[in-house]
């Protein structure tokens, strides 16, 4: 039989109590084109596949004020280049997926899950979404559009672009997060098109990532918050497994954890004036250069409140302009290195680190900006250098250090130490307050 109106036989797609859905596999059409209001429900437990290429194509696609109920345990597959497997990108439109639905692209440059215009795409659980296409995205949300991966989701970009990227909302709970050794960041959250506030919200998650950033910021109207997240750079798992037990747990133990040989990536990057804010958190970086566990640059600013951050560099790099911040209050810090900045750094940065740990590893500013660090119940063991024609102040309170004081002629250094704060080690012309 050849199926050449969509608009007959899409209709025999609706569920019917007791029938089981059966798998198709369609070259040139969407399976559903959904372009006025009303609403079509795919019935449960098929499999779906297209070959189409191109852009807005793919399987689910609203063009109209309308809705599409994906019934669960529906597998849908796209193999074609630039296509958007589900896509709402109309105003009103909505896509609603059912328990355990998967979505598998293949195709370059294809997405997942694409939503943009005021339209929405929500998932219940057990969400899984994988592109393996080079530089395919698997979830997108554009503008003031919104994306619910509900529970238990597990998204994985393998062929070198990012995994959650929101220009819109996304949101999700127990969210497990991959990408491979072609690089592509786990989250990412970015808005320099217009006022709307791009928006990433993971209560419970891990984002494992083997050659790229775990969790990124960038532009204003760009904020990204979560609770207990797990973020692991410079880690190659492959794309076998969902690797979550039935509670949403990550099945893989991060102690066995290795780092993958040519991997580097950031833990957490917040650069032009993008904002993130994470809570009982944890950072773990394990690749080569650029590994840092919290890099930022030109007004952006990291809060993390409790949690751990472990990292095969710095626990903090700073570089850009403007004016960025970074606030650890209550982190536990384990570093190869403390803080540092790039030589190019020109400007303003404050690191406020409230209880914890404290910093094991050096703080040196080597570029010409002023880097402020203020310790508040903790403590710093490394040396302090302060290079070029930079300024570092370091003011303590309730605080002990432990380390050699140290400033070229070009650079200003000084150390304030209050409340009982003490210093213990050599001081190199530097002007010190008590």
Known sequence: MKLTNISKWAALLVAVSGMAALPLSISGFPLINQTSGGTTTLAVGGTYSTSLDGSPNGLVLLAGNGGVIVGNNNTLISTGSGARVANAFSSGSEIRLGVNTTIKSSGAQAFGIWAQNNSMVSAIDGLRVTTTGYAAIAVYAYSDSTIDLGDHAVIKSLGGAHAVFSIGKIKAKNLLVVTGTSGGRGLFSSNNIDSVAALL??????????????????????????????????????????????????????????????????????????????????????????????????????????????????????????????????????GADGIVTNSTFTGTATVNINGGSGIHGDVTNSGSGALTVNLDNSSLTGDVTGNNSGTLNINASNSVLIGDITANDDAALTVNLDNASELTGKIDPVDLSV
């Open 201 to 334: 919200e993971v209560n419970g998650g891990t984002v494992i990532t083997a050659a790229d950033t775990g969790v990124m910021v960038i532009n204003p109207n760009s904020v990204l918050t979560g609770t207990n997240l797990a973020v692991y750079t410079g880690v190659n798992l492959n794309a076998d497994g969902d690797m979550l037990d039935a509670n949403g747990n990550v099945t893989t133990d991060p102690g066995q954890f290795t780092a993958y040989a040519t991997g580097s990536g950031y833990g957490l990057i917040a650069s032009n004036s993008g904002l993130m804010e994470l809570w009982d958190s944890s950072v773990t970086t394990l690749g080569g250069p650029h590994s840092a566990a919290i890099y930022v640059s030109n007004s952006g600013t990291v809060i993390l409140h409790g949690g751990q951050l472990t990292s095969s560099e710095a626990v903090v790099y700073v570089n850009g302009s403007g004016v960025s911040e970074v606030i650890l209050d209550h982190v536990n810090l384990v």
